[in-house]
């Protein structure tokens, strides 16, 4: 009971960079458990994602490579999940806190009758035992627990943990059959192919209602364009998206997503508690209002009072110049 | 068809939290309670179905301390049938502990369609429906921003990063309410009075143990302080340059 096994999440025949940094963190406390990693992928069609994640400082990858498993199935992948974690014994088990890991990980759980931490943003082993912290209330406060059952799951923050392994692992090969699926994925409708997911942008510009029209979102479009492409989400207020201006999927804060990119911008965004909730741990936070007193502020590295209008525009502008002159 | 939701009563989005004496919980004082939001879009969902299917009960539990009523009291009043409140005085934060109690529960009771918010935004635990579908021998699908129940069978849609899926979904069934799957009511001066003649039941809840325990809560570390750079675009170097050569991010 001391390995740790790893779900390494692939979309499109893609391995999601935050699956990487659960390798890593498993990694560092398998050199106290005393155990292996193993890096589990599910899918059809892994061999990039599974000589990636060879490379990655796992000790071990299993690949459960099957036509059958082409789409996310969360009964049939936690049955696959907690076989494995059976087989290798291990100790605790971790997944990106993403859209799949969410569904997924709490089923593997209840399979397993043990528990389970979400979102984690720090993890450690002393005592024979694992510990985890964990923000509650969006932020508003830190949870830390320790694991009373084993094994001990959670399900890892993104942009949160440091990639740093490296390796050559042993593949082991399986092509089991799915058995009966309870939910089937029909389809998959994808985004435009140069958008980064909200949750994994390194750059998160926000726009609130001092854009005042929703036209005027081409502005952040711009911005968060400057970057190039891959690297800078659009993010949205509450108050835009409750007026219908843009999607839910772009919220940032506590009915939407919580986010912590690089480098985050809010722009014409009051700063609501329930919006600094949501990006307060961004490493890097730039306001741009036409309030000074906007709570904002309080939370910002820097600030500019001023209008978006005239701001943005001329920010956007001498972003891509420096990015030009690196 | 029976449809069980299930909603828990939480801190209002916009509470500044405080540390209990304890540090390991928060300080209720002048803290304000409400209707978890997204179980808002749970129960207006199960109120949709049974409306659609012209049959039906939509029964809402909690597992709570009895101020929770409030809450149960405030469901009623938007069109459920009836409440259980499986009483506990205890903060149950793990999702172990309210996921099995909660299964427990359900199995006694006649439910093809369980409704669950996404979250609840104290634990913001992100477990429950799929752990209860998996205890349950349910069918699950999370996150859901679209439903449509035809013919038996659920089509939901979910966002996922990137990308949006469509799932075909057998009953029975626990799904997980995102904001966006639909508009919830208000109570109506009609529902608020019928909400009082309705049942609400109170039993004792029988909390397994949880499976993690708590060490502290704390709040986060305050920001340093910022600067603020100046006005407009003269303002505009300084943040270049404070990008490149402090922060290393351009």
């Known amino acids: ?75 049939a992948w936690a049955k696959v ?67 009373q059952k ?114 985050y911008f809010a722009i014409g965004v009051s700063g609501a508690i329930q919006h600094l909730a949501g990006m307060r741990t961004a490493r890097t936070i730039v306001a741009i209002n036409k309030d000074p007193e906007a709570p904002i502020f309080k939370v910002a590295d820097f600030g500019i009072v001023g209008d978006a209008f005239e701001v943005v525009p001329a920010l956007t502008k001498a972003i891509k110049d420096a990015l030009a002159h690196k | 068809m029976d449809i069980v939701v299930c909603c828990k009563r939480v801190p209002a989005t916009d509470s500044a939290i405080k540390i209990a004496a304890d540090g390991k919980s928060i300080d209720p004082t002048g803290v304000e309670f409400v209707l978890n939001p997204y179980d808002e879009f749970a129960i207006e969902q199960a109120l949709r179905t049974r409306e659609q299917l012209g049959t039906g009960s939509v029964t809402v539990v909690t597992l709570g301390p009895k101020e929770s009523k409030k809450e149960l009291t405030t469901t009623l009043a938007m069109g459920a049938d009836k409440a259980v409140l499986l009483l506990t005085d205890k903060w149950v934060y793990d ?31 992100n477990q429950l429906p799929s752990r209860l579908a998996t205890l349950l021998g349910f069918a699950c699908v999370t996150e859901v921003g679209k439903l449509t129940l035809t013919d038996g069978r659920l089509i939901a849609e979910r966002d996922i990063e990137g990308a949006r899926e469509i799932l075909d979904c057998r009953l029975p069934a626990v799904i997980s309410c995102h904001k966006g799957l639909n508009e919830p009511r208000y109570a109506s001066l009609k529902g608020i009075m019928a909400a009082k003649k309705k049942p609400l039941e109170e039993l004792p809840a029988q909390v397994v ?24 675009i003269d303002a505009i170097p300084a943040l270049i340059q404070a990008l490149r050569s402090e922060r290393k991010v351009l």
């Not at chain 1, 759980?109 to 082993?125: E, F, R």
């Open chain 1, 150 to 263: 084993a094994p001990f799951l959670a399900t890892l923050r993104p942009n949160n943990f440091e990639v740093n392994g490296s390796g050559n692992a042993e593949v082991q090969q399986l092509t089991p059959a799915p058995g009966e699926l309870l939910s089937v994925v029909k389809e998959i409708q994808a985004a435009a192919a140069d958008r980064v997911p909200l949750s994994e942008a390194k750059v998160v510009v926000t726009g609130g209602r001092g854009l005042k029209e929703p036209q005027h979102f081409k502005l952040i479009e711009d911005l968060a364009a400057a970057f190039g492409p891959g690297v800078a989400a659009v993010g949205s207020s509450r108050a835009v998206v409750d007026a219908g201006w843009r999607p839910h999927s772009e919220q940032v804060g506590q009915t939407g997503k919580v986010v912590s990119p690089t480098l």
């Open chain 2, 209 to 232: 143990p949880p499976a993690l325990t708590v060490d502290s809560l704390s709040l986060p570390p305050a920001r340093p302080a910022g600067r603020m750079l100046g006005n407009g």
């Open chain 1, 81 to 147: 999940v907690a076989e494995q974690c059976r087989q290798d014994g291990a100790c605790a088990a971790f997944m990106p806190h993403t859209a799949m890991g969410k569904d997924l990980l709490p089923r593997v759980a209840a399979l397993l009758d043990t528990g389970l931490i979400t979102d984690v943003t720090a993890l450690s082993y002393d005592g024979g035992k694992f510990h985890a912290q964990k923000p509650i209330y969006a932020g508003k406060a830190l949870l830390a627990v320790t694991a």
């Open chain 1, 1 to 75: 009971m001391s390995n740790i096994v790893v779900v390494a999440e692939v979309r499109a025949g893609k391995l999601k960079r935050p699956a990487l940094e659960a390798v890593s963190a498993a990694l560092a406390l398998a050199q106290k458990t005393g155990g292996k990693v193993i890096a589990l992928v599910i899918g059809s069609g892994l061999a990039a994602a599974t000589a990636e994640l060879q490379r990655s400082g796992a000790h071990k990858v299993v690949a459960v490579d099957a036509p059958g498993f082409a789409n996310f199935s969360g009964d």
């Open chain 2, 95 to 125: 999702s172990y502990s309210t996921a099995v109690t909660l299964a427990n529960w359900i199995k006694t009771v006649p439910c093809k369609l369980v409704f669950c918010g996404k979250q609840a935004m104290d634990a913001d635990n």
